[in-house]
């Protein structure tokens, strides 16, 4: 079945320092997911990506989509304290059953 | 409060009753997911319903996992004969078929604890 891995599994940085987390999936993607959950909550829709290459920007996060629709990556700039949290990718093959990844804990120390 | 909501927030029960969560998604969406999550992971898919049909349960975890969604609304999810190993976070969401964004809306969820 549809296997999707991301690393790392924790990140400290120092405030003001950048981050980024991957993700990987076994198989041909149809489109990938990010959410953010916060220590305590529930995860938070981020963005998705469908196409090829695809490339979007949310002010200070950069999200991108392999050109074979396998991989995909996280990239927060100037990293807050708001930003503490663990971000997940979920990725849908050819069916509506998303595959979250393991998620990357950012830890960011003020 | 018009996001998901799940009832209740926390379970304690011992090992072999049977409990009961139920889902409230969002009025408009029409599909609805449940997933279960454990420290240190990701959701896992359990099944989800599209409207009042459930279209994918193979991934439930055992026969003793149950789900319906009897009018196309809230939903519930039964596990019978609950073991230590249930223990763990369930998870609602709800999505718009064909939404601009197909972004799940996730509950708060139900926290169980078995004993």
């Known amino acids: 079945g549809q296997q999707v891995m991301q690393i790392p599994q924790y990140q400290h940085v120092q405030e003001g320092e950048d981050f980024t987390t991957y993700c990987n999936s076994s198989?041909?993607?149809?489109?990938i997911q990010w959410y953010k959950q916060r220590p305590g909550g529930h995860p938070v829709f981020l963005i998705q990506?469908?196409?090829?290459?695809e490339v979007k920007k949310q002010k200070r996060l950069t999200f991108q989509f392999g050109e074979a629709k396998k991989n995909s990556s996280l990239h927060i700039t100037a990293t807050q304290t708001t930003d503490v949290g663990t971000y997940f990718c979920?990725?849908?093959?050819?069916?509506?059953?998303?595959?979250f990844g393991r998620g990357t804990s950012l830890i960011v120390h003020p | 409060d018009t996001g998901v909501s799940q009832d209740p927030r926390h379970k304690i029960t011992k090992r072999g009753q049977n409990v009961t969560f139920r889902c409230d998604p969002i009025?408009?969406?029409?599909?609805l997911y449940w997933y279960r999550q454990t420290l240190g992971q990701g959701p896992e898919f359990l099944t989800y319903?599209?409207?009042?049909?459930?279209?994918?349960k193979s991934r439930l975890l055992s026969d003793r996992f149950s789900a319906e969604r009897p009018k196309g609304s809230f939903s519930t999810l039964e596990i019978q004969r609950t073991e230590q190993g249930d223990s763990a976070m369930y998870l609602c969401?709800?999505?718009?078929?064909?939404?601009?964004?197909?972004?799940?809306?996730f509950g708060p969820g139900t926290r169980l604890t078995v004993l």
């Open positions: 969401a709800s999505s718009l078929v064909n939404g601009p964004y197909n972004e799940q809306f």
């Open positions: 979920a990725g849908q093959g050819g069916s509506y059953i998303p595959t």
């Open positions: 319903f599209q409207n009042e049909a459930q279209l994918e």
């Open positions: 990506l469908v196409k090829s290459g």
């Open positions: 198989t041909t993607l149809s489109n």
């Open positions: 009025s408009e969406h029409n599909r």
